[in-house]
């Protein structure tokens, strides 16, 4: 046997949530018990809402203890772990990268 629905313990449960159709299909009492299982789960940090941005981006390279540190507060904050604007390694140039390249192969 189904188990009953957990609003109105009147009816078998067949929709998600553990409401009868009865139930699931009135708003007001589907906002009262939350989605069941791991695809059903919504808020920040779960990838439907994304969390706001730090105000300012931070000027530590990737990997940094700084970065690192910069990091571990935007979480505990509840706030995006990644800005946009944050401090990247910087690339190489063309020329730099040429020299590297002749570097190794002399050695």
């Given at each position: 046997?189904k188990?009953a ?10 929709r ?5 159709w009865?139930c ?7 906002a ?8 059903g789960?919504r808020?920040?940090?779960?990838g ?11 000027p530590?390279?990737?990997g ?9 507060r935007?979480a505990?904050?509840?706030?995006a772990i990644f ?7 910087k690339?190489?140039s063309?020329?730099d990268?040429g020299r590297?390249?002749r570097?190794q192969?002399a050695?």
């Open positions: 046997m188990p629905c957990v609003h109105c313990h009147d009816r078998p449960v067949n998600g949530r553990g409401l009868c009865a699931f299909k009135v708003p007001e009492v589907r009262l018990y939350g989605p069941i299982g791991p695809r789960q808020g920040v940090g779960n439907c809402i994304r969390p706001p941005l730090d105000l300012v981006p931070t530590f390279p990737p940094s203890p700084g970065k690192v540190a910069v990091m571990e935007r505990a904050q509840g706030l800005h946009p604007l944050d401090g990247r390694r690339k190489a063309r020329r990268r590297h390249h570097r192969a050695t």
